[in-house]
């Protein structure tokens, strides 16, 4: 989802470890690059953020993070 919603081109899920950050020195993610996921998280499995929300660091914070933010608000 991540490749797609983002459109990182050049870049397969084996590329990316599950446990390096999303953002920094890890997958290089930016704050427009969050809101696009919030979105696609909304689309595709129905879970809602806060913009302000403290958790969305850790929410926000690797592909496990998100995967286990998904399994436990998915609504779809």
């Given at each position: 989802m991540i490749i797609d919603v983002?459109?990182?081109?050049?870049v397969a899920p084996s590329d990316i470890d599950a446990e390096a950050p999303l953002f920094?020195?890890?997958l290089g993610?930016?704050?427009?690059?969050a809101l696009e996921l919030g979105?696609?998280?909304?689309k595709r499995y129905?879970?809602?953020?806060?913009?302000d929300a403290e958790d969305n660091r850790r929410h926000f914070a690797s592909v496990h993070?998100?995967?286990l933010l998904i399994a436990g608000r998915r609504t779809r």
């Open positions: 983002l459109q990182l081109e050049g920094g020195d890890g993610l930016d704050s427009i690059d979105v696609a998280l909304h129905g879970i809602t953020l806060s913009p993070a998100l995967r």
